[in-house]
């Protein structure tokens, strides 16, 4: 299996433009989970899904962020409009059953610079 | 503040000494759970210690603890200059849901 997949692995864009993160869980987990890393604040939950269900998106910034799971293969994270404080290297991750039966698996990330 | 925080927040050893973090956490846990970051890369589990777990070994590695004291410990012994990551403690949360909640992390550098 090739784990967690994302992309773009690296994203630069100018304030006001929308930004789209994708991810592809390892096949066969049910739960993913988006967070946000920063320098200052440290890695924080975005939003969780199980079954492809949003179940807690209480960590979501504000309305410019959105996120989708249409299917159990892809998920995305959108950003509309983007700031510089949303500069960040975004995660996903994944995991068999309810998160706090097992480990979760991250992908690579995707650093995210706006300008 | 974070359900779990790691301490020390930066630690610096030599080649073939023992690193020690804490994590202290604030509200009952099903489970702790120990995560390193390489730099520029995702986390990658290492061990995971249920409520009712007082210690556990994995490799190199010893993770206990202690619920009366809300607190977990993670011991690298022999350490490698490849060791060299940050360590975060995970904390799942009963009254809000089956998320995990990461700790700052504690910056590890093991010298060769």
């Known amino acids: 299996d090739a784990g967690v997949i994302q992309s773009p692995r690296h994203e630069v864009t100018e304030m006001g433009q929308e930004v789209t993160l994708r991810c592809k869980p390892i096949?066969?987990?049910?739960?993913l989970f988006w967070y946000r890393q920063t320098m200052m604040r440290g890695l924080e939950l975005l939003i969780y899904f199980n079954n492809n269900v949003p179940i807690d998106d209480s960590g979501m910034p504000e309305d410019r962020f959105s996120a989708k799971m249409p299917n159990a293969s892809f998920s995305t994270l959108k950003i509309q409009p983007s700031e510089p404080r949303d500069s960040a290297v975004y995660f996903c991750?994944?995991?068999?059953?309810?998160?706090?039966?097992?480990?979760?698996?991250f992908g690579p990330g995707t650093r995210l610079t706006v300008l | 503040s974070q359900q779990g925080e790691e301490d020390p927040q930066a630690l610096s050893i030599q080649e073939g000494e023992n690193a020690t973090m804490n994590c202290s956490y604030k509200t009952s846990i099903n489970n702790l759970q120990w995560y390193r970051q390489n730099s520029g890369r995702g986390l990658v589990h290492l061990i995971l210690?249920?409520?009712?777990?007082r210690e556990k070994h994995s490799g190199r590695l010893r993770v206990t603890l202690d619920t009366s004291k809300k607190s977990s410990s993670l011991l690298i012994t022999a350490s490698r200059a490849a060791d060299t990551a940050s360590y975060f403690c995970?904390?799942?949360?009963?009254?809000?849901?089956?998320?995990?909640?990461f700790g700052g992390g504690t910056r590890l550098m093991v010298k060769p």
């Open positions: 096949s066969g987990h049910n739960s």
């Open positions: 210690i249920r409520s009712n777990e």
């Open positions: 995970a904390t799942d949360n009963n009254n809000a849901g089956n998320m995990l909640t």
């Open positions: 991750a994944s995991s068999f059953g309810a998160s706090s039966e097992g480990e979760q698996f």
